[in-house]
Nanobody, 128 residues
């Protein structure tokens, strides 16, 4: 069964950091574009950052540029999201998604409709 598993969420104070991990289970991620998305209470799920299958192409949504860094280690079948300078508005459930559409080398527009396999999510809470 194809699945991804997220981890690394938690409670952090404003200005703090967390690193999320997304591990592929039952398949290798190295041929897929992978993205991080988030859903805050009462809001739609939104893209945060996406990465092409080789790791050379990345895209970030404006609200995380300069604070978050996406990366991948295909040898470990894992994609990471390093989150620095976290703010209360970053509080959400963070999801890892795997895209099965073409052009996997590219990060793409990082929109939910391009992704078809999702993890269960990991909660990130930023609060003092």
């Amino acid at each position: 069964q194809l699945a991804v598993v997220e981890s690394g969420g938690g409670l952090v104070q404003p200005g703090g950091s967390l690193r999320l991990s997304c591990v592929g289970s039952g398949f290798l991620l190295d041929t897929n574009r992978v993205g991080w998305f988030r859903q805050a209470p009462g809001k739609e799920r939104e893209g945060v950052s996406c990465i092409g299958n080789t790791g050379t192409d990345t895209v970030y949504k404006e609200f995380v540029k300069g604070r978050f860094t996406i990366s991948r280690d295909n040898a470990k079948n894992t994609v990471y999201l390093q989150m620095n300078h976290l703010q209360p508005e970053d509080t959400a459930v963070y999801y890892c998604g795997v895209s099965w559409t073409g052009g996997a080398r590219y990060a793409g527009p990082c929109v939910e409709s391009d992704f078809g396999t999702w993890g269960q999510g990991t909660q990130v809470t930023v609060s003092s």
